[in-house]
């Protein structure tokens, strides 16, 4: 299981919440690029359709695979009252030919990104994972080198955490406080559940880049 | 790297049927040749088969060509861990971790039907390491198969290794061959450049090794029946 929020901010914040992420983490940032391929499963193949992402981490000297099942979200009164969203992910990393060998089970590819930006990894009552990140499309099939924005000038923040059945409810609210401190330059809700940019965030930002940065507008 | 190995399986001579005295016998050459027991063993292969929306209860090969009649997951002992499945009409083999089972689990698009385990005892002899079991259903103590495993620790090239194998392999036969069973064990070369694996040993290799010796053993079965 993992606990989620997501949210968009403007290009020209982000820097601003990498001085903010990086004070709040105190751990250096990690570079993010993700060739993300989104399979469904063919006409006839499986009980139900279903769809399985292939990660391919561009980041690394050499590109490592992971298998991606994101399961439904938690349901029931409980899960609507809550902020954050709680849902289960199954994740296995795979040999380089995990494609050839979708594609031989009788899987389609539907689409594909490639996601570029960072992330910060820490713990601050549960193990927190934020990433920004610009989503692009490809002009040719998995040229990844000719990759182009899908929103310029909106990038995409997602906090994630690994939670438990026992233990969930802590790690909401962990990831809960933490969007507390982020709240002056996005706002951050349920994936599908977008509520846009913040109209505060040109002074918040602004503030940051003074103070924390360090260096002029 | 992992050391190279060969997997052996019996093969019972025409009209002979396997047993478990078939497996002593053979424990009991490990012992003679110098082994010692130091552990038991067991590795697990799942066959999946395809899920289709028409609900065809047949092999989905015959109604879905281009999907693949079968589809093996190897859960190899010596490494938890991992997950290994292959398509062996594709000649493919994917390495995946011990999670893998589970993301088939949520795609509810192949569904395993029969497990079967290879389990027994492992000796120690010299710079080799023998690993003699048997092949049995999951929940079930019916024998399908006897087979076994060489490992030669101190290299992992297939090609440097053949020579010293095929010695042992020799030796091997002449002590088993002294006890008049009925039946022999034999090594069938798994083709592992067809499935893009080189000359340096793999976890992948040992995995097409079972799919292989798996093979052998449902023919042998095949045949007897």
């Known amino acids: ?217 | 790297m992992p050391p190279v190995k060969w997997l052996m399986h019996w093969h019972p001579s025409p009209g002979a049927t396997i047993n478990s005295q078939i497996l002593s016998e053979a424990c009991g050459c490990a012992e003679s040749l110098g082994g010692s027991k130091d552990g038991k063993w067991k590795t697990s292969i799942f066959f999946y088969r395809a899920m289709t929306r028409d609900g065809s209860g047949g092999p989905a090969g015959q109604q879905h060509p281009d999907l693949p009649r079968e589809l093996l997951g190897v859960a190899l002992h010596e490494r938890p861990g991992l997950y290994f499945s292959i398509v062996r009409a594709q000649r493919l083999v994917l390495q995946a971790d011990a999670a893998f089972p589970q993301v088939m689990e949520k795609l509810q698009s192949y569904r395993i039907r029969v497990a079967l385990n290879f389990e027994g005892f492992q000796y120690q002899l010299g710079d080799f390491c023998l690993r003699i079991g048997k092949c049995v259903p999951n929940n079930s103590e019916a024998l399908r198969g006897i087979m076994m495993e060489v490992e030669y620790y101190p290299l992992s090239s297939i090609e440097k290794s053949k020579a010293v194998m095929e010695d042992f392999f020799d030796i091997w036969q002449e002590t088993i061959g002294k006890k008049s069973l009925p039946g022999q064990f034999i090594h069938v070369d798994s083709n592992f450049s067809d499935y893009g694996l080189s000359d340096q040993y793999s976890f992948q290799h040992t995995a097409v090794q079972y799919a292989t010796c798996l093979q052998q053993l449902m023919a042998a079965v095949t045949v007897r029946a």
Request: neutral net charge.
């Open chain 1, 1 to 217: 299981m993992e606990c989620v929020v997501q949210g968009i901010i403007e290009t020209q914040h982000v820097e601003a919440l990498e001085v903010l992420l990086q004070g709040l983490s105190g751990v250096p940032k990690e570079r993010v690029r993700v060739h993300e391929l989104c399979l469904k499963s063919g006409p006839n193949l499986g009980v139900v359709p279903s769809e399985v992402r292939l990660l391919c981490d561009l980041a690394q000297p050499t590109p490592s695979w992971t298998i991606r099942h994101v399961g439904g979200a938690m349901r029931g009164a409980g899960a609507e009252q809550i902020s954050v969203l709680v849902r289960t992910i199954v994740e296995s990393k795979a040999s380089k030919n995990v494609l050839h060998y979708f594609y031989t089970l009788g899987y389609k590819l539907d689409h594909e990104l490639l996601k570029i930006g960072f992330a910060f990894r820490f713990h601050r009552g549960a193990q927190i994972t934020v990433t920004v990140t610009s989503t692009n499309k490809m002009p040719r099939l998995h040229a990844t080198d000719e990759a182009v924005p899908v929103t310029p000038g909106i990038q995409l923040v997602e906090i994630t955490a690994p939670a438990a059945a026992d233990n969930y409810n802590d790690v909401v609210s962990a990831v809960s406080a933490f969007c507390e401190y982020l709240a002056p330059l996005l706002h951050l809700s349920k994936p599908g559940h977008s509520t846009g940019i913040v109209a505060t965030a040109g002074a918040a930002a602004a503030s940051l880049m003074s103070s924390g940065g360090g260096k002029t507008l």
